[in-house]
Structures are given as structure tokens and as C-alpha cells.
């Protein structure tokens, strides 16, 4: 619990720079948690006791999914990013979660992003994210091909590259490895691994279409659906780390 409590700031019963109201909004927004429930109260009432309440308490993708945008919101207030001791807290942090993570128990969700203010979008995530917290990748895969459609057309709509809504999701990701090229060096095994990708994203194509719940097919088994969740977000997570790079710069 140690590593959290440096993490977030909890030493004397606080949560960041978070008011009870505040934090009550940001779970309550982000998750659909409520927070201040009595079931996060048995060790005390302050906002570091419930939150470590709220660690102990819920699984091993609920937490780390919490505690990964709980970090990202601190990283976007300037004066929580200047503790001299910082590298060492986020190296601690990430460890941490890694390990959460790396059972290989649990599926990760962390690739999976609001990028724009869409309706539609709000849902697929919250779908995405409730069908991989209850371990179920199959009922996930039709909808991350969704995410992946806007998601990939969002990118291209940024980089004022034309489109068409009826291109399948394999043509937009050709166009964003093309756009990439042009932006950027890219190194020979990471150019041949995301022009692979292009090739993958044809296939789920298919995947989606005959083997998802889209429509009335037989499913994957759940080590198959699994096993493609994980090779898309892989790259949907190499994607953000690029837009990030590319927004900073």
C-alpha cells in the first residue's frame, strides 16, 4: 500500500489535489463508482482511507484501471509532478501495476481511450471496459472493431487525409502506417511489425463479421478471443504512444 500511498499523495489522508466533492465526481464520471459508498469506509472516512478501502476491496482490473487514470490526472497538474523524489515514485508505480497486470489473469483496457467528445464512443468504452472486467474478451471483440473504425478515422481526419466511411477498418489503418511514414523515421523490425498490422486488421475483419457476437456465429474460444484482444490493443497502445510523442512535440 505503500507504493499508492506515495503515488497519490495519501500520507495524510488526502487523494491528490482532490476535495471530497471532486473526487467524488471523478470516480463517479469516469467509473460509475460511487466512492463515498459505505462498503469504502471500514477502515475510516477520509478520502486516502477510502480509496485504500476501495484497493483492497475490488479486483485486480478495477484497480489497476483506477490507479492508471488516477496517475494520468496527476501528471496534468504541474505543481503534483515536482517532488524531487518522483522518478523514483512513478518507477515504483508502474512496477507495481505491471505486476497487477502481468498475472495474465486479467486482460488491460489501458489502449482504450476517449480521443473525442462522441456519444457513441462514451458507450464502446464503457462497454469494452465492463466486458473485459467480467473476463469476457469474445463479447468484447465486436465492439473494439467499432473503436477501432473511429478510432482510426479520427487519426486520419486529424492528419487531413480523405476517407470514406465505407473503407473496411484495414484500408484507414494502411492509411494512418502510410501518414506515419511520412511524419516520421521509423526503425526497419517497427516499420515491418505496424505494416503486419495492416495484415491483422484485415483479418479481424473477419473475425468480427464470423466469429463475434455481431452477428449469430460461432464464437472464438475464449483463449483465441483473448489472444487477438491482446494483439489489437498491443498496437492501439504503440498508436497512442505516438499521438502523445506527437502532441508534445
Given at each position: 500500500?505503500?507504493?499508492?500511498?506515495?503515488?497519490?499523495?495519501m500520507h495524510d489522508g488526502y487523494v491528490l489535489n482532490f476535495s471530497d466533492r471532486t473526487m467524488a465526481e471523478f470516480f463517479?464520471?469516469?467509473?460509475?463508482?460511487?466512492?463515498?459508498?459505505?462498503?469504502?469506509r471500514f477502515n475510516g472516512t477520509s478520502k486516502a482511507k477510502r480509496l485504500r478501502a476501495f484497493i483492497t476491496t475490488e479486483g485486480a482490473f478495477t484497480v489497476s484501471r483506477?490507479?492508471?487514470?488516477?496517475?494520468?490526472?496527476?501528471?496534468?497538474?504541474?505543481?503534483?509532478?515536482?517532488?524531487?523524489?518522483?522518478?523514483?515514485?512513478?518507477?515504483?508505480?508502474f512496477s507495481l501495476i505491471e505486476?497487477?497486470?502481468?498475472?495474465?489473469?486479467i486482460p488491460t483496457t489501458d489502449a482504450i481511450?476517449?480521443?473525442?467528445?462522441d456519444e457513441t464512443l462514451e458507450e464502446l468504452v464503457d462497454a469494452i471496459n465492463r466486458d473485459i472486467g467480467a473476463n469476457k474478451p469474445v463479447a468484447a471483440l465486436d465492439r473494439l472493431?467499432?473503436?477501432c473504425q473511429k478510432k482510426f478515422g479520427h487519426l486520419l481526419e486529424k492528419r487531413g487525409v480523405a476517407w470514406?466511411?465505407?473503407?473496411?477498418?484495414?484500408s484507414r489503418v494502411g492509411k494512418y502506417v502510410k501518414a506515419l511514414q511520412q511524419e516520421r523515421e521509423l526503425r526497419e523490425m517497427t516499420l515491418q511489425s505496424i505494416k503486419s498490422a495492416i495484415g491483422i486488421f484485415e483479418k479481424y475483419n473477419h473475425v468480427r463479421n464470423?466469429?463475434?457476437?455481431?452477428?449469430?456465429?460461432?464464437?472464438?474460444?475464449?483463449?483465441?478471443?483473448?489472444?487477438?484482444?491482446?494483439?489489437?490493443?498491443?498496437?492501439?497502445?504503440?498508436?497512442?504512444?505516438?499521438?502523445?510523442?506527437?502532441?508534445?512535440?
Open positions: 500500500m505503500r507504493v499508492f500511498d506515495d503515488a497519490f499523495e463517479d464520471d469516469e467509473f460509475g463508482i460511487h466512492i463515498y459508498d459505505e462498503k469504502y483506477v490507479a492508471r487514470r488516477l496517475w494520468e490526472h496527476r501528471e496534468s497538474v504541474p505543481i503534483l509532478m515536482k517532488a524531487e523524489n518522483l522518478p523514483q515514485v512513478k518507477a515504483r508505480f505486476k497487477i497486470e502481468g498475472s495474465g489473469s481511450e476517449r480521443f473525442s467528445r472493431h467499432t473503436y470514406e466511411r465505407s473503407e473496411p477498418l484495414h464470423n466469429q463475434s457476437l455481431a452477428h449469430d456465429n460461432e464464437l472464438l474460444d475464449q483463449a483465441e478471443a483473448r489472444f487477438i484482444y491482446d494483439t489489437v490493443t498491443a498496437f492501439l497502445r504503440f498508436v497512442k504512444s505516438v499521438e502523445a510523442n506527437r502532441f508534445d512535440g
